[in-house]
T-cell receptor, first 117, second 110 residues
Framework: DTGVSQDPRHKITKRGQNVTFRCDPISEHNRLYWYRQTLGQGPEFLTY????????KSRLLSDRFSAERPKGSFSTLEIQRTEQGDSAMYLC???????????????FGPGTRLLVL | DQQVKQNSPSLSVQEGRISILNCDYT??????FLWYKKYPAEGPTFLISISSIKDKNEDGRFTVFLNKSAKHLSLHIVPSQPGDSAVYFC?????????FGKGTKLTVNP
């Protein structure tokens, strides 16, 4: 298996700009998750998809955030009108179908570090 | 409020000795627990997991113990190696999503 990949690895933007991140999960993993991690904290759940359906969104995900997984493969996370408080590491994870390896195990990508100036 | 707590921000041990990392949780609905290891500027790497119906799971040098009555789990690393130095996160599964603790920074001294 190739692992979860994320692009870009780093992003610096000015306040008010829009940014979009991409995540490619491990092939045949039908669940895909987005988390956000700030300094000194553990990752915090944002949203997750099963195939192309978005099943849950955290209250952390304000109206400025939107995530898509149009064909049930890769996913994008867009932040509109970025604010300095959006500066964080954005992590993507995927998990397999219920058969085979435990479906509960989520495998993480390297993350996208966002800095909003 | 924090549902998963790692009360020790850091731990330092000597190479070859045992490292014990602790985690407490409050939500009795959690049904699966995982430990991840994280290096700076990288994503978390899965280490070991345990279902809520078990009390122990072992994988090489890593063993996870679960005490459901105390809502407590621990990760034992034996023997500890300098390459184990990293931040370790405890996570609990809640209807799909994972809830993480704040992490414990482990330093293994040669």
């Amino acid at each position: 298996d190739t692992g979860v990949s994320q692009d870009p690895r780093h992003k610096i933007t000015k306040r008010g700009q829009n940014v979009t991140f991409r995540c490619d999960p491990i092939s045949e993993h039908n669940r895909l998750y987005w988390y956000r991690q700030t300094l000194g904290q553990g990752p915090e759940f944002l949203t997750y998809f099963q195939n192309e359906a978005q099943l849950e969104k955290s209250r952390l995900l304000s109206d400025r955030f939107s995530a898509e997984r149009p064909k049930g493969s890769f996913s994008t996370l867009e932040i509109q009108r970025t604010e300095q408080g959006d500066s964080a590491m954005y992590l993507c994870a995927s998990s397999p179908k219920p058969r085979g390896r435990p479906a509960e195990t989520q495998y993480f990508g390297p993350g996208t570090r966002l800095l909003v100036l | 409020d924090q549902q998963v707590k790692q009360n020790s921000p850091s731990l330092s041990v000597q190479e070859g000795r045992i490292s014990i990392l602790n985690c407490d949780y409050t939500n009795s609905m959690f049904d699966y627990f995982l430990w991840y290891k994280k290096y700076p500027a990288e994503g978390p790497t899965f280490l070991i997991s345990i279902s809520s119906i078990k009390d122990k799971n072992e994988d090489g040098r890593f063993t996870v113990f679960l005490n459901k009555s105390a809502k407590h789990l621990s990760l034992h690393i034996v023997p500890s190696q300098p390459g184990d130095s990293a931040v370790y996160f405890c996570a609990a599964k809640s209807v799909g999503k994972l809830v993480f603790g704040k992490g414990t920074k482990l330093t293994v001294n040669p």
